[in-house]
């Protein structure tokens, strides 16, 4: 089956500590993005990528850093330096960016820091 | 960044239509108009896109109005599963900024 997996579901973390949210698509698509959701909010955009090796800020990338090395794979660090890193955190990918193509959605992960 | 605008919250009741609407009056001439939904705790998942024209499929229908200030998502037959917070968003055809606002979204809720 075709989709995006990320792991793991809910994940704990003392205040302090950098965490990395994993988000893999076996779609063959060139476009990823991370978002961010907190309760009774829309999502807001952290990071996307376009294509292998190069990625860009969403609106709010402050606090975290991801990287593109493989197209299947568009990890995401929350660092200590994210003030409120508690939130859902969804992934997704789409064909290419840009206006025609849907972005396909993980499931996501919890993250609780403490 | 174009923007939409939609209501907080409807209601409906099950097997009947639902239409949920949508405006956007700052769009611009290259930018899709799409439609999510999202149940809770779970990710959003794609439903319809248009331009001009509207659009069907077998999730829903897509009205699109003349001046393509407004859209409107239509559910033929709402059925409890349809039950879920919808965004519309608008996304540029090129894609060069990538700026997606998914904004709180309008709740739907399905009455049995």
């Known amino acids: 089956d075709g989709g995006i997996t990320q792991s793991p579901k809910y994940l704990f973390r003392k205040e302090g500590q950098n965490v990395t949210l994993s988000c893999e698509q076996n779609l063959n698509h060139d476009a990823m993005y991370w978002y961010r959701q907190d309760p009774g909010q829309g999502l807001r955009l952290i990071y996307y990528?376009?294509?292998?090796?190069?990625?860009q800020k969403g609106d709010i990338a402050e606090g975290y850093s991801v990287s593109r090395e493989k197209k299947e794979s568009f990890p995401l660090t929350v660092t200590s330096a994210q003030k409120n890193p508690t939130a859902f955190y969804l992934c997704?990918?789409?064909?290419?960016?840009?206006?025609?193509?849907?972005?396909?959605f993980g499931p996501g992960t919890r993250l609780t820091v403490t | 960044d174009a923007k939409t605008t939609q209501p907080n919250s409807m209601e409906s009741n099950e097997e009947e239509p639902v239409h949920l609407p949508c405006n956007h009056s700052t769009i611009s001439g290259t930018d899709y108009i799409h439609w999510y939904r999202q149940l809770p705790s779970q990710g959003p998942e794609y439903v319809i896109h248009g331009l001009t024209s509207n659009v069907n499929n077998r999730m829903a229908s897509l009205a699109i109005a003349e001046d393509r200030k407004s859209s409107t998502l239509i559910l033929h037959r709402a059925t409890l599963r349809d039950a879920a917070v919808y965004y519309c968003?608008?996304?540029?055809?090129?894609?060069?900024?990538?700026?997606?606002?998914f904004g709180k979204g309008m709740k739907l809720t399905v009455n049995p």
């Open positions: 990528s376009q294509i292998v090796n190069d990625f």
């Open positions: 997704a990918s789409s064909l290419t960016a840009g206006g025609p193509h849907e972005q396909y």
């Open positions: 968003i608008l996304r540029d055809r090129e894609g060069g900024s990538e700026k997606l606002v």
